[in-house]
Nanobody, 122 residues
C-alpha cells in the first residue's frame, strides 16, 4: 500500500527556514494531487499548500510568499520550503496524497503521513 513519510521538522527561531520532505512508497502512477496540512494544539487541521499532477499550486493566505511546495514525481518526493517562519507556524505538519481526481476536486485525501513537528520560537 501507499505510505507517506515526513521528515525535516524541528525547532527554529522566528525568521528562520525549514524544508519538509515527504517520501512516498508504494505509488502506482502519479498522484492527482498532493498537499501539506498542519494542526496546531487546540486548533483544527488546516491546508497549507497543494500541488496538482501537472504542477499547479495553491497556498493558504497565511503562508503565501513564504512557503513553496514542490515535487519530484520520479523520486515520489514532495517538499515544503518554509521561509520567514513565524511562531504562528508552529504545528504538526502532514503530507497527503490522492489519486482520484474527483476527491482532489473536493480536497479529500486518502493517504496521510504520520506528521512532523515544527516549532518556531519568538
Amino acid at each position: 500500500g501507499v505510505q507517506l513519510v515526513e521528515s525535516g521538522g524541528g525547532s527554529v527561531q522566528a525568521g528562520g527556514s525549514l524544508r519538509l520532505t515527504c517520501a512516498g512508497l508504494g505509488y502506482v502512477g502519479i498522484p492527482s494531487c498532493m498537499g501539506w496540512f498542519r494542526q496546531a494544539p487546540g486548533k483544527e487541521r488546516e491546508g497549507v499548500a497543494t500541488i496538482e499532477m501537472y504542477g499547479r499550486t495553491a497556498y493558504a493566505g497565511s503562508v503565501k510568499g513564504r512557503f513553496t511546495i514542490s515535487k519530484d514525481d520520479a523520486e515520489n518526493t514532495l517538499w515544503l520550503q518554509m521561509n520567514s517562519l513565524k511562531p504562528d507556524d508552529t504545528a504538526v505538519y502532514y503530507c497527503a496524497a490522492e489519486w482520484s481526481t474527483d476527491r482532489c476536486a473536493r480536497s479529500e485525501y486518502s493517504y496521510w503521513g504520520q506528521g512532523t513537528q515544527v516549532t518556531v520560537s519568538s
